[in-house]
């Protein structure tokens, strides 16, 4: 059974640092591209960061450029978010996800999600 589980989320003032860890089971990580995605109130979920298998290759939204640093750790199966100068409408369940494509068969796993607020 795959399993993501996400943790270091809270409570941070505008201007804060929090890391973000997913930790997996139960897949083979050093083959699975890895992403953050964050869903705020009434918004759709959307990609903030991810990461190659291999760690060598990463991409950023617009809004993360700068301030987010995504890595992988394949030795302990776990990716972790960065956040530096956090703002508040950093403010979302943060989500992290797995992804491989093997042949015509694609292969996504999520996590349950990780609260971030930014407020003072």
Known sequence: QVQLVESGGGLVQPGGSLRLSCTTSGLTFSIYA?????????KERELVAAITSTGGSTNYADSAKGRFTISKVNAKSTVYLQMNSLKPEDTAVYYCNAARKIGKSDYNYWGQGTQVTVSS
């Open 34 to 42: 890895m992403s953050w995605y964050r869903q705020a109130p009434g």
